[in-house]
């Protein structure tokens, strides 16, 4: 178990639709990363928050969003939802903001759109 | 920024063989390079990382090394076991990110 949880497990929604996933990270850590895995591809970075601010973006689309809290909680917000949307989405955490920081996964959130 | 090759994409050996996988990067200011476990269903978990101010870590049958003249650093498994099946994620970071393999899928037989 590496601390990150992230809900909900699994998600299924219809095209054009808004989810919200929601990731806590370890505790202590001040950085969360977004990834984006497809069906047998690798790891996709979205973006990344430091303390409540956006530190880097990657190949994240403008449907997509994502917002870190006081709490350090962070959420990613993706809407009009198509179908290659569909994928794993994992949230890391790391103890700061260097991209040497060792990354730590969370079980990640299974998003299916029909 | 940060190309990083992994190679084979599939492996597949018997139990209690070694697994080698190698991955090559670009960056010259990369300096640390973890590698992750992903088994199915589950977030990938580091197994072991290296900084470039050594060129080997080990830890029980698991062992990295890195050439940083030649940019490449290699994951190998001895006496691999079958709970060793898994896709195999190499990484490399320094400056502005951490950049991810395409992931090797190993798979022990028993």
């Known amino acids: 178990d590496s601390g990150v949880t992230q809900t909900p497990k699994h998600l299924i929604t219809a095209t054009g639709q808004r989810v919200t996933l929601r990731c806590s990270p370890r505790?202590?850590?001040?950085?969360v990363y977004w990834y984006q895995q497809s069906l047998d591809q690798g790891l996709q970075f979205l973006i990344q928050?430091?303390?409540?601010?956006?530190?880097a973006k990657g190949n994240i689309l403008e449907r997509f969003s994502a917002q870190q809290f006081p709490d350090l909680h962070s959420e990613l917000n993706l809407s009009s939802l198509e179908l290659g949307d569909s994928a794993l989405y994992f949230c890391?955490?790391?103890?700061?903001?260097?991209?040497?920081?060792?990354?730590?996964f969370g079980p990640g959130t299974r998003l299916t759109v029909l | 920024g940060e190309n990083v090759e992994q190679h084979p994409s599939t492996l597949s050996v018997q139990e209690g063989d070694s697994a080698v996988i190698k991955c090559t990067y670009s960056?010259?200011?990369?300096?640390?390079f973890p590698w992750y476990k992903q088994e199915l269903g589950k977030g990938p978990q580091l197994i072991i990382d290296?900084?470039?101010?050594?060129g080997e870590k080990k830890d029980q049958r698991i062992a990295v090394t890195l050439n940083k003249t030649a940019k490449h650093f290699s994951l190998h498994i001895t006496e691999t076991q079958p709970e060793d099946s898994a896709v195999y994620f190499c990484?490399?970071?320094?400056?502005?990110?951490?950049?991810f393999g395409a992931g090797t899928r190993l798979t022990v037989k028993p």
């Open positions: 960056d010259s200011a990369s300096n640390y």
């Open positions: 290296i900084r470039s101010n050594v």
């Open positions: 990484a490399a970071a320094g400056g502005n990110d951490m950049r």
């Open positions: 505790s202590g850590d001040l950085s």
């Open positions: 890391a955490s790391s103890a700061l903001s260097g991209s040497t920081d060792t990354q730590y």
């Open positions: 928050y430091y303390n409540g601010e956006e530190r």
